[in-house]
């Protein structure tokens, strides 16, 4: 399977007004990004949604098997959620590669607050390897 990135991706695309617009960076941890969540996301009074955190740690894992080299779309996400992230919290979105096995992607990614470092949700995931149209990218 061939995809292609044209900028309006809901998590990470610069030119969706309405989406996150999560700027992730390889590093040594992984991908990893900081971000605060708009008040537009809310769902429990003071509280992100859960869909929003779900969200997030998808383009983590994504995003650290495209630095890996080995892009690919998400074929299962098992998330655990820690505890509520308040509305306007500042966080830190991890994702990690664990192992490359043929055409399948294992990663993990976490979601901790920057205030006091407490695990707020973190996942497991298996991608698909996927070709990629670079200059789309």
């Given amino acids: 399977m061939e995809v292609s990135f044209d900028g309006h991706c809901f998590g990470c695309g610069p030119l969706n007004t309405e989406g996150l617009r999560l700027v992730f960076e390889p590093g040594p941890d992984g991908s990893s990004v900081e971000f605060?969540?708009?008040?537009r996301f809310q769902s429990w009074a003071g509280m992100a949604h859960g869909g929003i955190i779900a969200l997030m740690l998808d383009e983590a894992v994504g995003w650290a098997a495209w630095h890996a080299?080995?892009?690919?779309?998400?074929?299962?996400l098992?998330?655990?959620?820690?505890r509520p992230l308040k509305l306007g919290e500042r966080i830190r979105i991890v994702g990690k590669?664990?192992?490359i096995?043929?055409?399948?992607?294992?990663a993990n990614a976490y979601i901790d607050s920057r205030a006091d470092g407490g695990r707020i949700a973190d996942?497991?995931?298996?991608l698909m390897v996927s070709q990629v149209d670079v200059a789309s990218v």
């Fill in 36 to 39: 605060e969540v708009p008040n």
């Fill in 69 to 76: 080299g080995h892009p690919g779309v998400t074929g299962r």
């Fill in 78 to 82: 098992q998330v655990s959620y820690r």
């Fill in 97 to 99: 590669v664990e192992r």
């Fill in 101 to 106: 096995r043929r055409t399948l992607v294992y």
């Fill in 123 to 126: 996942a497991s995931a298996t």
